[in-house]
């Protein structure tokens, strides 16, 4: 059973936001304990629960726990003004404050102070893209929340068309005129920051010239927030936010990471680090190692489920509906708002009958549902529902259909190289917004009339993405299904099945597929993968297999791809220089008509040029000859080649190339 209702989860948070000093769990459970619960042994294995689940604190050791307030209060961190802002007198506080300010509160609220004096804040005007680079520590996909949560009249703006932003927004800032004039500021100069108060925001800033740190002393703290960060990866995964990563990389990067002489974290992310990235996860983005790809899960996950289930959300976990009883408050606030009794069309909706429930547990579910209608429906006013209940139905609905297509695709026995990168997180994404509206239309008082309409264009959003990601598995499932009737086809020229590959160059969206020989050398292999990206093979290469324990096992030239121990993952990996992974998936069995021969069967992306440095450098170089000054522009263009836009995915040229270097096979 559940332990911890809404308001001791109130009281958890409450003690967390005023925690200065390590605490126990002893400690934190009294404090819950104190808003009205009787005690339970369990209470304080459910708060451990809670807080490793929702990574709202730190882990010190095996007693003690550490509150964001305590890791970053009094800590500094450092601030670099665009040149931007120096010209036009101004400060945005964004993300840069990130993470050493409440994540609750945000960034207009901030208050900031010079020599003891609070800094006056100010509004300034622009279009929304001059503003985002400011906002993007958050994840890209975020900046217009942000910028439209500065006030109500950017909020208007932006919900008056969800598909286009407005041509203009005002959003506070801080009024530097008299600081950047008295203190003589530069470009290049730089803001100690120290957190006076975390829980309030308030800051004191203090002048460094851009002189005044050594370099070795930058460097570092350079390579310690290269390990925080890894640290976070590779502890932690890709998280719930990027604001997530962010505070857990500050935290095992230690005190050294929160000390000064430092980099801006702007300056770490985008200028310095080569071993952090920003990397695609579905709909949103995150960091991550460099050159790798975060990999996909074949179940959908929800962070804000709660991690103290009850029985009912316990059983819905474990049919992979990750959601919360709030949900299934709102889906029977739809039924009432559809005039419908039918306890069988509820729960349908809630668990389609794609997925199979046993006699027991469909009584179970059907009890609740039964008992919790009665308990809600004296409440219910059709009149009061007019507003939001036609959002929530189309909610449901979308809900009722992302369940179901993953539970579709659990059950089939496609290969997830098949589909769309990213199709079980790009769902979980929108399961769990989907899910999270469903929990703001739970009760009875409806949302205001603005917060509706929000709701119902971010609605628009996620149908949207919905349709296009169904569409790419629809496709994706019509392909799958055309190979595998493929290899049943032909006569044999040989006992040996082929195999149909994939290999993708991790960090950008370049990849081929291949039908090859399955006694294919790595040093054949090589070859095939530098045909297939245009690449000179000027670079030292080796592939290896990851092995179950978290290693790596490095395979000899020689080796033959039907010698190989996948060990149950049918995947290997591809080193080619220090900069480029390339990964290499065995997709299918195919068997060869009598005068089969090695050869690409579709792809898509240009490769870069191998002596670009990584996928980071390749994408920068691409948003400089997308929107960069002439200059930029030019020094991209000479380091790709003059021709390299050009160039488009040529299957045929590809092939040609290949016959040269497999003229036998």
């Excluded at 068309?161 to 008299?178: A, K, W």
């Excluded at 990601?469 to 086809?489: G, P, W, Y």
Aim: glycine share 6%; proline share 5%.
């Amino acid at each position: 059973m559940k332990i911890m209702d809404l308001e001791q989860e109130e009281a958890l948070y409450e003690f967390l936001e005023n925690a200065t000093e390590p605490f126990t769990l002893d400690d934190i459970t009294i404090y819950v304990q104190a808003s009205g619960q009787k005690p339970d042994k369990r209470l304080v294995v459910e708060i451990g629960a809670y807080l490793d689940i929702r990574k709202i604190a730190f882990k010190q050791d095996n007693k003690f726990w550490v509150s964001r307030r305590t890791c970053f209060e009094s800590a500094i961190f450092t601030i670099t003004p665009s040149r931007l802002e120096l010209l036009n007198g101004i400060l945005i506080p964004g993300h840069r404050c990130v993470p050493f300010a409440n994540p609750l509160t945000l960034p207009n609220r901030y208050k900031f102070f010079w020599k003891g004096e609070a800094v006056p804040v100010t509004t300034t005007e622009a279009a929304p893209e001059e503003l985002y680079p400011y906002y993007c520590v958050y994840g890209e996909e975020f900046a217009p929340q942000y910028i439209a949560r500065d006030n109500p009249e950017n909020e208007e703006a932006f919900n008056a068309d969800p598909y286009e932003d407005p041509p203009e927004v005002s959003i506070h800032t801080l009024d530097m005129r008299v600081i950047y004039r008295e203190s003589s500021f530069v470009p290049g100069d730089r803001f100690v920051v120290r957190t006076l108060d975390w829980k309030d925001c308030r800051f004191e800033i203090e002048k460094v010239s851009k002189d005044d740190w050594k370099r070795e002393d930058l460097d570092q703290w350079l390579d310690v927030a290269d390990g925080g960060f890894e640290d976070s990866f590779a502890l932690l995964g890709p998280g719930a936010s990027t604001e997530e990563q962010i505070a857990f990389a500050f935290w095992f990067g230690g005190k050294r990471m929160r000390q000064e002489p430092s980099y801006s974290l702007e300056e770490f992310l985008y200028e310095k680090t080569n071993h952090v990235d920003i990397v695609p996860y579905g709909i949103e983005t995150r960091f991550w190692f460099a050159g790798k790809d975060i990999p996909d899960s074949k179940n959908l996950q929800n962070y804000t489920v709660p991690p103290d289930r009850t029985f009912i959300e316990d059983l819905l976990y474990q049919k992979n509906i990750p959601i919360s009883e709030f949900v299934i408050l709102s889906y029977i606030r739809d039924a009432f708002f559809r005039n419908e009794k039918d306890i069988d069309l509820v729960i349908n909706r809630i668990v389609p009958p794609v997925i199979h429930l046993d006699e027991d547990e469909w009584d179970l579910l059907a009890d609740y549902i039964t008992d919790s209608m009665e308990d809600f429906y004296k409440g219910y006013s059709l009149f009061l529902d007019q507003g939001a209940g036609p959002v929530r139905q189309r909610v449901a609905e979308l809900h009722t259909a992302v369940i179901e297509l993953s539970a579709k695709l659990q059950k089939g026995e496609i290969e997830t190289a098949w589909l769309p990168r990213h199709t079980f997180i790009v769902l979980s994404q929108i399961q769990g917004h989907a899910a999270a509206l469903m929990e703001d239309l739970a009760f009875d008082e409806s949302p205001a009339e603005s917060e509706v309409a929000a709701m119902d264009n971010s609605l628009d959003s996620m149908i949207d993405t919905f349709s296009d990601i169904k569409e790419l598995i629809n496709s994706a499932m019509d392909n799958f299904r055309r190979s595998n009737l493929t290899v049943i086809h032909g006569g044999s020229n040989s006992g040996l099945m082929w195999k149909m590959i994939q290999i993708s160059i991790s960090g950008i969206d370049a990849w081929r597929r291949a039908i090859i020989p399955f006694d294919l050398s790595m040093e054949e292999l090589h070859a095939l993968i530098q045909t297939g990206m245009s690449w000179e093979g000027n670079l030292r290469f080796r592939f290896y297999c990851d092995t179950p324990d978290g290693g790596k096992e490095y395979l000899h030239d020689k080796i033959k791809l039907c010698e190989i121990d996948f060990h149950g993952k049918k995947e290997l990996v591809y080193e080619y220089g220090p900069k480029w992974n390339v990964k290499i998936i065995i997709m299918s069995s195919y068997q060869p008509s009598k005068n089969e021969s090695i050869r690409f069967v579709t792809g898509d992306g240009l490769a870069p040029p191998e002596q670009v440095d990584g996928p980071r450098h390749f994408r920068r170089l691409l948003g400089s000859l997308e929107a960069g000054s002439s200059i930029e522009k030019q020094s991209a263009q000479r380091e790709l080649g003059c021709d390299f836009l050009t160039i488009n995915f040529d299957l045929e040229k590809l092939n040609r190339n290949l016959r040269a270097v497999f003229p036998n096979k």
